[in-house]
Nanobody, 120 residues
Framework: QLQAFGGGLVQTGGSLRLSCVASGRNFWRYNMVWLRQAPGKEREFVCGINWSTGIPTYADSVRGRFTISRDNAKNTAYLRMNSLVPEDAAVYYC???????????????WGKGTQVTVSS
């Protein structure tokens, strides 16, 4: 019901845009969240966007470089990633939650991840 697209290989300093398409439910009422997991590391919160206010929340590591947005009419959330560095390389997951607390273990729905690789 959630599917992420747009991963790939990019050079350091490059950009990518990920998309998360939701189907089957009224996802416009869910907060949409992006998380990532690098090899050997725990899954971590990247950013989220409130369904009602559109207010985004970012992890410190990506603030100022990443931008989350959503188009409720298209049931799609986006993650624009600029100034990518090798530390951003990971599998990126989109998720949906009714909670205003964006916990890595508190998502209601998960999509399959999309791989982002950043070459140095």
């Amino acid at each position: 019901q959630l599917q992420a697209f747009g991963g790939g290989l990019v050079q350091t300093g490059g950009s990518l845009r990920l998309s998360c398409v939701a189907s089957g439910r009224n996802f416009w009422r869910y907060n949409m969240v992006w998380l990532r997991q690098a090899p050997g590391k725990e899954r971590e919160f990247v950013c989220g966007i409130n369904w009602s206010t559109g207010i985004p929340t970012y992890a410190d590591s990506v603030r100022g470089r990443f931008t989350i947005s959503r188009d409720n009419a298209k049931n799609t959330a986006y993650l624009r990633m600029n100034s990518l560095v090798p530390e951003d390389a990971a599998v990126y997951y989109c998720a949906a939650t009714m909670s205003s607390v964006y916990s890595t273990t508190g998502m209601d729905y998960w999509g399959k991840g999309t791989q982002v690789t950043v070459s140095s």
